[in-house]
């Protein structure tokens, strides 16, 4: 999959029949569209490719089972950066990492990075928790390196972050930087696609993703366990379960409907009604922070530190391999393999699809 331009890329939407120049309506279309199956989602990299990284030197000591503050105190920041640097180098395959991050987050079409919205969904269910390093690196990224002001970056769970500014403050932010807790919860009923309720339906999302406020999504998630019914585990995809409201996904039809959000224009960015593609791509980055790691799930403290980070683009093919790859084959914690399936042939791929073998690329 070839690296375009940003501005092949905008021309390539207006011949889509998509005016730039009016590219904030966009994002509230008058019909819902369907994302195709297969189509491109970011257009700068390979939507199949899953990069990870496994280093001990990330940490100082082994401690599985830690609070997250004693985490924090022994994570080792330096190493973390670097290495999330090499995710990004892999990612791309270049050398650059500058030239990475510019390849991964794609500047939206008629506005300056100064203007960018960012919005980063992070897990801040129970007692695990992203950790200050990894949150940290991200959000100087986008403001050293890319030039987003600090108060354009918001991280939220809609869900359980209520409390995330006073119990998980983050540290080494760029100050200015938003921790908006829940961000004003569910508020705003959006469509969602089929399977869920076969032909779809409607459910509450957070409002500055349905009205278009945010430019550009980071889907920082853990590497937890959960129930059978979405694979045994929760991780990217599931971490829109605070994005949009959990209620439906705890009923009936549950994996339809993790299966359905994660097709919206809400995340993956608005989309073409003729051609179901993506014009421009919202959810730009999938990290999974797994310096540590839990069988069980979603509460309790962690129970395994990897010492693992892991990054790709296109969320079910970043947890269909780190669900088979990482944790079944490495920590021998195996899927429910008829739901973690689905994450690939609901969005129309097969394993023998995927680069590599089918394996998460370590660099």
């Not at 919206?264 to 014009?279: C, H, N, R, S």
């Not at 919202?282 to 799930?297: H, M, V």
């Amino acid at each position: 999959m070839s690296r375009i331009s940003r501005r092949r890329f905008i021309r390539k939407a207006i011949i889509m029949g998509t005016a730039v120049t009016s590219f904030p309506m966009i994002m509230i279309p008058k019909a819902r569209a369907a994302w195709a199956r297969r189509t491109v989602v970011h257009p700068n990299v390979n939507n199949l490719r899953v990069v990870g990284i496994t280093d001990p030197q990330m940490t100082r000591a082994i401690e599985p089972v830690s609070s997250w503050n004693r985490q924090n105190e022994l994570v080792v920041t330096e190493a973390v950066w670097e290495n999330m640097d090499r995710l990004a180098s892999g990612l791309v395959e270049t050398r650059n990492p500058d030239e990475a991050w510019r390849t991964i987050f794609i500047q939206p079409p008629r506005k300056a990075w100064s203007d960018t919205m960012v919005a980063i969904k992070t897990n801040n269910i129970a007692q695990q928790h992203t950790r200050s390093a990894v949150m940290a690196k991200i959000t100087h990224t986008l403001t050293d390196t890319l030039g987003v002001k600090p108060v354009n970056i918001h991280i939220y769970d809609a869900s359980h972050g209520y409390s995330m500014a006073r119990y998980t403050p983050f540290a080494g932010l760029p100050e200015g930087c938003q921790i908006e807790d829940d961000w004003g919860g569910f508020t705003t009923p959006t469509a969602v696609p089929a399977p869920w309720k076969k032909t779809g339906g409607k459910s509450l999302c957070l409002k500055q993703l349905v009205d278009g406020s945010v430019d550009i999504l980071i889907n920082i998630a853990l590497c937890k366990g959960h129930s059978s019914r979405f694979g045994g585990f929760t991780m990217t995809m599931k971490n829109h379960f605070g994005t949009f409201s959990p209620s439906p996904g705890h009923m009936g039809g549950s994996p339809d409907y993790l299966i359905a959000i994660n097709q919206t224009p809400e995340i993956l960015g608005a989309i073409d009604k003729q051609t179901g593609k993506v014009l421009y791509p919202r959810q730009q980055l999938c990290l999974i922070d797994a310096l540590w790691a839990s069988r069980g799930g979603p509460g309790g403290r962690p129970t395994n530190q990897p010492n693992f980070l892991a990054m790709g683009v296109m969320s079910p093919i970043v947890d269909y391999l780190v669900a088979t790859r990482f944790r079944g084959e490495k920590l021998g914690w195996e899927p429910n393999m008829k739901a973690t399936r689905r994450m690939l042939a609901d969005f129309g791929y097969e394993e023998s699809d995927l680069p590599a073998g089918g394996q998460i690329i370590e660099v």
